[in-house]
């Protein structure tokens, strides 16, 4: 049920000893885990806001997003009930609340929703009993203020209300699928009926209100109870669930606000401290205009946890709702007279006030303030851009004679701009405009209706069902290859073109599901191995190794005689230099990210990363480029630890151990309670579950190719190891050679040749340039003779023979200087283009612009450009309009007088 409760009161429970009220959130988030702890719940750590495995979502936007594979049986259930208490971000996709922000006393596009689950466990009697007993047992609340509702054909839970728990049944509502069906989180998985725990504010408040028709906002819902017992299909149906069960939400934020007795949720302690950084900042208060303070507290908030959990600006999914978060609470905190980047002072506030609760955000502390900064200033210089545009969008108008700004226009300034609609209605009405706000509300929603169509989901492709029913079946899979690189096993499932099967035949695509199998799944970035099953009856190539559903391994390749069939025992043989060369640059990776931390700092974290047999790919956090002496200094660090021949161990240890000891995490990811550790030396401790060397002197030399950066404050590294660094050497030997060969010179004397001929190319390239400009300015061409006058202005429009656009600046400079006052058109082509030139003298400027001129005759020429009231230009295609483009200057210029 979806109630918007604007400006609701404080719970009249609390009016009068609202100075004993001290309850923190986090001792309610404490409290409530503790309570189902002692009821055999495991609490469980909140997943990332990133889904894993579910290529629906766009966010994590519930607590039960972690658990989806436990109801529908994909993968074993480690235990039977949990509770935890969930990051959330409604800001994007199905779930999205980031245009209420703001504007109600509860909405946020980040927060923590409290829950607790069961999987094939307890079902609606245990669920609805422990939600009374927490509601008026340990909160308090009173027995007689709790309304609730169930879905209109629930007969179960209606009468666990009313028998079992005594609720009167004048405070049962029985409503429709709209307000009491829940789910599914995405288009597939875990859904049904639901039931809802109402805290009622009063009569006072409207004597008349009832759950179904509630105006003024009487009943405020504070616990959702979901009854999961179906699974809804992509084509619609819904089977029922292999293990039902319960999920529960509850926000931690608004069960705060009524604890505390906060008129809204930014009123708690929770997040009135990020207010409180910002009011430092300004010299706005807060009661004057709260909604600029509580969008900033809620954004900086979503930013900070998105950024920990590795998800960086971009303009396309996650990271384009990111840009938008930031670039919206940038927008408002000019409403509060702050100009210049702040965000990244106020994210200070949230990781000291949730730190303890999510260490990664203690841990990406230089991350979030250093990426949240790049983007504050790049968003500055696209207002500034906006400004430009809005400025062409007034003068276009103004010729025109139209008065109100096109929604199209006004779209495209907040869509690639950032540009404000409050500050676009702001600056029209200063000129005398009106916006056309259903055009732009209609680009919006084809915006939006654009996005929800494109999503795609998690950049994982949907699990297909016959994974499923196979993981069913056979279960996980045995990885033996951290010991041998071949092995015996059994075939336990043959898949050809999404059937299982019992056996594939020469020549045939099929996928194989083994009991026990030597080969690496895809993980972690490190590739999959390949190899060769081989049996009495048959043998196959494989080509692909992943796991598609939990730790079930599925081995993709081609028959290559013979049969294969389920029950077969077969040799697995991976391709052992294959994967030693995949384990060079593994462990390299490892030893790449110690330089890094060594040479740039500590703030360096992976933010992803590529191991292959025949390079790797280090993506990390850094914020500047990296100079060539640093590189060099990190390289040689790299071959250093190579050279001390490094020992490489291994170790499964408990995540807070690992952790405590310094273990690196991959940047975003969450891991389960027991980990594996990598260990080399004294260099590196990280967590990984990938193949590595035993030694680092095994892997030989380690050579950088190239660096780059792939998005703001992360940088990437491309380098090779082993056999393909010497490959990667000896071809730029010989391309070293060749060169030295081309210029008669010896390999040390490149440089210096490359260096001479350089000088001497750019001293003949200026020798060209006097000899053009003599020419386009000499007799050759009597530029003087082909001036017109028109209403009182000298124009000249005339073709410069061979120039490019540098060549016809010169050549306007030289025409001005010698026509004084006056307009004067130049053009050129050359190799298939065409160059536009068009200047305007100081003393005409306020009567026609050299801009508005070129975006009159670029269009003629297939081109566009602009420029400044004095000068501008442009570029063009089509070089048989030339002539026209000259013929139609003096009429645009007459046109474009007053």
């Not at 109870?225 to 669930?241: A, I, M």
């Not at 084809?446 to 994982?460: D, F, I, V």
């Not at 194989?512 to 080969?519: C, E, I």
């Not at 190319?761 to 061409?781: C, F, S």
Request: proline residues 4%; charged residues 30%; glycine residues 10%.
């Amino acid at each position: 049920m979806r109630i918007d409760l604007i400006n609701w009161r404080i719970p009249h429970f609390f009016e009068s000893k609202r100075e004993q009220i001290t309850v923190k959130s986090d001792d309610i988030r404490a409290g409530f885990l503790d309570f189902f702890r002692q009821r055999g719940h495991v609490v469980e750590r909140s997943d990332t806001l990133v889904p894993r495995n579910d290529p629906t979502l766009l966010f994590t936007s519930a607590g039960m997003v972690q658990f989806k594979p436990y109801y529908s049986g994909e993968v074993p259930v480690p235990y039977r009930r949990a509770a935890t208490s969930q990051k959330c971000l409604r800001a994007g996709g199905k779930a999205n609340d980031l245009d209420e922000v703001g504007k109600t006393s509860r909405h946020l596009t980040f927060f923590e929703m409290l829950g607790n689950f069961s999987f094939g466990d307890y079902f609606k009697r245990e669920a609805i009993q422990w939600a009374w007993e927490y509601s008026t047992q340990v909160l308090k609340l009173p027995a007689d203020a709790i309304w609730v509702s169930v879905f209109e054909q629930d007969d179960e839970a209606y009468a666990i209300w009313e028998r079992e728990i005594g609720v009167p049944v004048s405070r049962i509502a029985r409503l429709g699928a709209k307000d009491n069906f829940w789910g599914p989180a995405g288009d597939t998985g875990a859904c049904g009926p639901c039931s809802e725990l109402l805290y009622d504010r009063g009569a006072a408040i409207d004597p008349n209100a009832t759950l179904e028709n509630d105006p003024n906002e009487r009943f405020l819902e504070f616990w959702n109870l979901v009854f999961p017992q179906f699974d809804q299909q992509l084509d619609g149906s819904r089977p029922p669930l292999k293990n039902r069960g319960i999920d529960t939400g509850m926000g931690l934020e608004r069960l705060a606000a009524l604890l505390q007795q906060k008129d809204t949720v930014f009123d708690t302690d929770g997040i009135f401290p990020i207010i409180e950084a910002t009011q430092a900042l300004t010299k706005v208060r807060y009661d004057e205009r709260p909604v600029p303070f509580r969008v900033i507290a809620d954004h900086v908030r979503a930013l900070s946890f998105m950024i920990a959990d590795g998800i960086l600006p971009s303009n396309e999914g996650r990271g384009y709702v990111e840009r938008r978060l930031l670039r919206r609470a940038a927008r408002f905190g000019r409403e509060l007279g702050l100009e210049k980047p702040f965000l990244h002072q106020v994210c200070h506030t949230v990781i000291d006030r949730m730190g303890q609760q999510y260490p990664e955000l203690v841990e990406g502390r230089v991350q979030i303030e250093k990426i949240i900064h790049i983007e504050e200033d790049r968003f500055a210089g696209a207002l500034a851009r906006g400004m430009d545009l809005l400025d062409d969008v007034f003068e276009k108008m103004d010729r025109n004679g139209a008065k109100v700004v096109p929604g199209e226009e006004l779209f495209r300034l907040y869509d690639t701009y950032g540009f404000p609609l409050d500050l676009t209605q702001d600056i029209a009405d200063d000129r005398g405009y009106t916006l056309d706000r259903a055009g732009f509300e209609a680009a919006m929603e084809r915006q939006r209706e654009k996005a929800r169509s494109a999503w795609a989901g998690s950049g994982q492709d949907a699990i297909a069902p016959v994974y499923r029913h196979v993981h069913d079946e056979v279960g996980e899979t045995r990885f033996i290859g951290y010991e041998a690189v071949s092995g015996q096993a059994t075939i336990q499932a043959i898949i050809i073109g999404g059937e299982w099967v019992d056996h594939a035949s020469e020549g045939q695509e099929a996928e194989f599901v083994l009991d026990a199998t030597p080969f690496y799944a895809e993980a972690g970035g490190q590739v999959g191995d390949v190899g060769v099953f081989d049996a009495v009856n048959g043998n196959a190539q494989i080509t692909e190794t992943r796991r598609p559903v939990g730790k079930m391994t599925v081995h993709k390749g081609r028959m290559l005689r013979g049969v294969l069939c389920v029950g077969d025992k077969v040799d697995a043989f991976v391709d052992a230099p294959r994967r030693a060369a995949v384990m060079n640059h593994h462990t390299a990776t490892h030893l790449l990210q110690a330089a890094l931390r060594n040479v740039l700092g500590d703030h360096v974290h992976q933010a992803g990363s590529l191991v292959a047999p025949d390079r790797l790919r280090f993506d990390f956090t850094h914020f500047e480029g990296i100079d060539l002496d640093r590189l060099l200094d990190i390289e040689r660090l790299v071959n250093e630890y190579i050279r001390r021949d490094e020992p490489v161990q291994t170790a499964q240890r408990r995540l807070e151990e690992a952790r405590a000891a310094g273990a690196m995490a991959l940047f975003g990811e969450k891991y389960e309670d027991v980990v594996r550790v990598v260990e080399v030396g004294d260099v590196s401790l990280e967590l990984c579950g990938g193949t590595h060397v035993p030694r680092t002197g095994v892997i030989g030399y380690f050579k950088i190719l190239a660096e780059s950066a792939i998005s703001a404050g992360v940088r990437r590294i491309e380098a090779v190891c082993g056999e393909p660094c010497v490959d990667a050497l000896q071809a730029r030997d010989r391309q070293l050679i060749h060169l030295a060969r081309l210029l008669s010179a010896n390999a040390d004397e490149v440089e210096e040749r490359v260096r001479a001929v350089l000088d001497e190319n750019r001293r003949l390239q200026r020798e060209v340039e006097k000899w053009k400009q003599a020419a386009a300015t000499g007799a050759a061409v009597d530029y003087m003779s082909q001036i017109r006058e028109i209403n009182g202005v000298k124009v000249l429009a005339a073709e410069a023979p061979g120039q490019d656009a540098k060549g016809l600046r010169a050549v306007l400079d030289n025409l001005r200087d010698r026509l004084g006052s006056g307009v004067i058109v130049l053009t050129a082509a050359q190799d298939d283009k065409v160059s536009l030139c068009v200047g305007v003298s100081k003393d005409l400027t306020g009567r026609i612009k050299a801009g508005d001129i070129v975006k009159e005759l670029a269009p003629i020429v297939g081109g566009g450009g602009g420029g400044r009231p004095d000068m501008a230009q442009a570029g063009g295609k089509d070089v048989s309009r030339l002539p026209e483009c000259i013929a139609q200057a003096a009429e645009v210029v007459r046109g474009l007088l007053p």
